[in-house]
């Protein structure tokens, strides 16, 4: 499930920047495991949701975003639901910048790049720090 933040995102104020990501997995029909994560957008590049593909264990959530007369980019940010250890880590993340001048920057990222990261704390805020 992913949620929308009705108010404009102010950097000033942490309310505006919430929208979280839900993902719930039936367990036997018994019940779900809820796990959530706000920190994948909005974030502070002001990235906006795009779609989501969800395909057997994995899902990826695409963002975007725009400034006007420089680039677009584009982010797939691919997880992996691991059912014999009930969790979701960060399986991937890949990155499309179109520059204005037509250049296009593209970054891709693996578990060789940042180690096991669990979808609870995946932060798109500092993902860039681990990817080289």
Do not use: M
């Not at 036997?28 to 974030?43: A, C, D, L, M, Q």
């Amino acid at each position: 499930i992913v949620f929308a933040n009705q108010k404009d995102i102010n950097p000033q104020d942490p309310e505006t920047k919430v929208a979280p990501i839900v993902v719930l997995i039936n367990k036997n029909n018994t019940g779900y495991k809820v796990f959530s994560n706000e920190n994948i957008y909005p974030n502070s590049f002001a990235d906006a949701f795009k779609n989501l593909v969800i395909k057997n264990s994995f899902f990826t959530i695409e963002l975007n975003n725009e400034v006007p007369d420089q680039y677009t980019s584009d982010k797939y940010i691919t997880f992996k639901y691991n059912a014999k250890d009930d969790t979701i880590f960060l399986l991937k993340y890949g990155e499309n910048i179109n520059w204005n001048d037509t250049k296009t920057t593209t970054k891709i990222c693996t578990s060789k790049d940042f180690g096991e990261i669990s979808f609870e704390r995946y932060n798109s805020d500092n993902i860039r720090n681990f990817c080289k």
